[in-house]
Nanobody
Framework: VQLQASGGGLVQAGGSLRLSCAASGRTFSSYVMGWFRQAPGKEREFVAAISWNSMRTHYADSVKGRFTISRDNAKNTVYLQMNSLKPEDTAGYYC????????????????????WGQGTLVTVSS
């Protein structure tokens, strides 16, 4: 599956952004989808994940209550709504797919996702 992330940009602290990730292929609706981020000089870290049927979501503690992951299987798209942004949220944001169909939800490390988009940059100014 090919993934194309968009929606990044420059925003002031306290502001909001909505990231989108469009996927190719007919089996998107069976994949667990995730968002990760990577700041300069740091390792890529988990942000949020959503099950194939949207019934389950999971968030990193650092974004819980501020970010919301959602998906529209009819549009082959996953979203990340980011509110109350902080300077420490500044990073490249990457969407990822676990292409094992209907995989049991509950694994959130980088190695659990095998297809990655190119990333979109989010910069939060103080």
């Amino acid at each position: 599956v090919q993934l194309q992330a968009s929606g990044g940009g420059l925003v002031q602290a306290g502001g909001s952004l909505r990231l989108s990730c469009a996927a190719s292929g007919r089996t998107f609706s069976s994949y667990v989808m995730g968002w990760f981020r990577q700041a300069p000089g740091k390792e890529r870290e988990f942000v949020a994940a959503i099950s194939w049927n949207s019934m389950r979501t999971h968030y990193a503690d650092s974004v819980k209550g501020r970010f919301t992951i959602s998906r529209d299987n009819a549009k082959n798209t996953v979203y990340l709504q980011m509110n109350s942004l902080k300077p420490e949220d500044t990073a490249g944001y990457y969407c990822a797919a676990d292409t094992l169909p209907y995989r049991l939800f509950g694994r959130y490390s980088v190695k659990d996702f095998d297809s990655w988009g190119q990333g979109t940059l989010v910069t939060v100014s103080s």
